[in-house]
Nanobody, 114 residues
Framework: QVQLVESGGGLVQAGGSLRLSCAAS????????MGWYRQAPGKQRELVATITNGGSTNYADSVKGRFTISRDNFNTVYLQMNSLKPEDTAVYYC?????????WGQGTQVTVSS
């Protein structure tokens, strides 16, 4: 079992920055990949960025060059979001893939005003 707790969401003006954090606990050594997904009202949940244990990263085209995912150990992942746009408004969810099973955090709201 893996538990994920996100923090760092909030309200920001367009062009601003936010940094999301996700702390994992439990069976953290079984985690292979961690990442961030988001879900806007009326839309499906979509991938934002992922990072493997080896440090390989993957980004959605819509956030490339603006968002950066990083990990400082096996149990904490960050999402630095710069040049935010109103279309980035969504609930952001932390995800961990452990032994091929996905775990999710409770989500944190990010709202970007124009």
């Amino acid at each position: 079992q893996v538990q994920l707790v996100e923090s760092g969401g909030g309200l920001v003006q367009a062009g601003g920055s936010l940094r999301l954090s996700c702390a994992a606990s439990g069976s953290i050594f079984s985690i292979n990949v961690m990442g961030w997904y988001r879900q806007a009202p009326g839309k499906q949940r979509e991938l934002v960025a992922t990072i493997t244990n080896g440090g390989s990263t993957n980004y959605a085209d819509s956030v490339k060059g603006r968002f950066t995912i990083s990990r400082d150990n096996f149990n904490t992942v960050y999402l630095q979001m710069n040049s935010l746009k109103p279309e980035d408004t969504a609930v952001y969810y932390c995800n961990a893939l452990a032994a091929l099973f996905p775990y999710w955090g409770q989500g944190t709201q990010v709202t970007v005003s124009s």
